[in-house]
């Protein structure tokens, strides 16, 4: 069963510090994952999308990493500001199946950035 | 600026009343599909549609119902047969079906049962 988890499910940090979120997956065939940024009462926004042959991408402050190997993914928050505070969500796009194949999502990390 | 409206942002049905929600882009995608999202959960597909007049059931399609007449456009109506219907729900729209085209969310709706 193609699974995506993501921990911790919430997290507490204060504004000024870094933090790293991970994604562990067990999609098959992996075609690539993508985490989102998800304000509340709003739609996700993607933050970066990586393909097998990637192991990093950064846009800003985010940072994401892939190890296809171990179908793990981590996503780094530097010098959080409050704005940050949002859900953050891991996808990952399915190869297999339909030629639109199917994105599978976690359930998010639920951040909380005080000053 | 292109992107995809949904509306309304919060929609109250009564019990056994159908309720229709709107989907909106302008960003000339081909697919465009509806979530359902759940405290806790991840995003759950209910319906998705690759080109005009035609849909697919996704996950958990059951006492929802959808059409595609313009490229648009892709409303979904939430029935009396669903029984748990209050949720987020998030449209979205991607350019073709290459894995790593856009895939764009809108800002969705919560629904609710009084």
């Known amino acids: 069963k193609n699974q995506v988890e993501q921990s911790p499910q919430s997290l507490i940090i204060l504004e000024g510090k870094n933090c790293t979120l991970q994604c562990n997956y067990t999609v098959s065939p992996f075609s690539n994952l993508r985490w989102y940024k998800q304000d509340t009462g709003r739609g996700p926004v993607s933050l970066t999308i990586?393909?097998?042959?990637?192991n990093t991408k950064s846009n800003g402050r985010y940072t994401a990493t892939l190890d296809a190997d171990t179908k793990q993914s981590s996503l780094h928050i530097t010098a959080s500001q409050l704005s940050d505070s949002a859900s953050y969500i891991c996808v990952v796009w399915n190869a297999g199946g339909t030629s639109y194949g199917k994105l599978t999502f976690g359930q998010g990390t639920i951040l909380t950035v005080h000053p | 600026d292109g992107g995809i409206t949904q509306s309304p942002k919060y929609l109250f049905r009564k019990e056994g009343q159908n309720v229709t929600l709107s989907c909106e882009q302008n960003?000339?995608?081909?697919?465009m599909y509806w979530y359902r999202q759940d405290p806790g959960q991840g995003l759950r597909l209910i319906y998705y549609s690759q080109i005009v007049n035609d849909f697919q059931k996704g996950d958990i399609a059951e006492g929802y119902s959808v059409s595609r007449e313009k490229k648009e456009s892709f409303p979904l109506t939430v029935t009396s047969a669903q029984k748990n219907p209050t949720a987020f729900y998030l449209c979205?729209?991607?350019?073709?079906?290459?894995?790593?085209?856009?895939?764009?969310f809108g800002s969705g709706t919560r629904l609710t049962v009084v």
């Open positions: 960003l000339n995608h081909d697919a």
């Open positions: 979205a729209s991607s350019d073709s079906g290459a894995s790593n085209y856009g895939y764009t």
């Open positions: 990586m393909t097998f042959s990637e």
